[in-house]
């Protein structure tokens, strides 16, 4: 969502090289989106692989880091838009 909402927000402001380049935006929004699953994904297996030492630190950070960056992003875009 977070991506989706920039890339419109990109549209919006007339961003000259978004608009230039819709296509490869959307390509590598949609990379960056599903790398970070993948790896989220990934860090929490390899933490939770041990069942006799649950929950892993590993898998903890992953999943609180899968959280909060998305929500920073937005954050921190919309203070971006309402400070212009």
């Known amino acids: 969502m977070t991506a989706a909402w920039l890339l419109r927000l990109a549209g919006r402001r007339s961003i000259s090289l978004y608009v230039q380049h819709q296509e490869w935006a959307t390509i590598i929004a949609t990379?960056?989106?599903?790398?970070?699953?993948?790896?989220?994904?990934?860090?929490?297996?390899i933490g939770m692989s041990n069942p006799s030492h649950l929950p892993d630190t590993l898998s903890v950070l992953t999943a609180l880091g899968a959280l909060?960056?998305?929500?920073?992003?937005?954050?921190?875009?919309?203070?971006?838009?309402t400070s212009r």
Not at 39 to 44: C, D, E, K, V, W
Not at 69 to 80: A, D, E, K, M, V
Request: hydrophobic share 60%; proline share 3%; net charge positive.
């Open 31 to 45: 990379i960056v989106v599903l790398a970070t699953s993948v790896g989220a994904a990934f860090f929490t297996y």
């Open 68 to 81: 909060l960056i998305p929500i920073g992003i937005t954050y921190f875009s919309r203070l971006f838009v």
